[in-house]
């Protein structure tokens, strides 16, 4: 059985930086693509990056772009989300999610899920 165990995240000042780490037990973590997910109350869990299985591709959103970067390292089965340059509007609980797609923007083509870690930008 996959399993996916998220840390990091917390408050931080509008400007500041962020590092998320998702670590995946389990079979199959280089079979996966990952993902990072964000999502805010009462509004649709939306995609912020994606990973291939090797790691040699990315997807972005456009609000993200320049600013985050998504990695993962298969020999730790561990995939990372660093943030910086946040802005109030990141303010989310964001998701790490793996699937057998990339790039793939829909919560319903991941397989397995993160529980999820508050990120706050505020001052």
């Known amino acids: 059985q996959v399993q996916l165990v998220q840390s990091g995240g917390g408050l931080v000042q509008p400007g500041g930086s962020l590092r998320l780490s998702c670590a995946v037990s389990g079979r199959g973590f280089s079979n996966n693509a990952m993902a990072w997910f964000r999502q805010t109350l009462g509004k649709e869990r939306d995609i912020v990056a994606a990973v291939s299985r090797s790691g040699s591709s990315t997807f972005y959103a456009n609000s993200v772009k320049g600013r985050f970067t998504i990695s993962r390292d298969n020999a730790k089965n561990t995939v990372y989300l660093q943030m910086n340059s946040l802005k109030p509007e990141d303010t989310a609980v964001y998701y790490c999610?793996?699937?057998?797609?990339?790039?793939?923007?829909?919560?319903?083509?991941?397989?397995?899920w993160g529980q999820g870690t508050q990120v706050t930008v505020s001052s």
């Open positions: 999610a793996g699937g057998p797609i990339f790039p793939a923007s829909g919560i319903e083509t991941y397989k397995y």
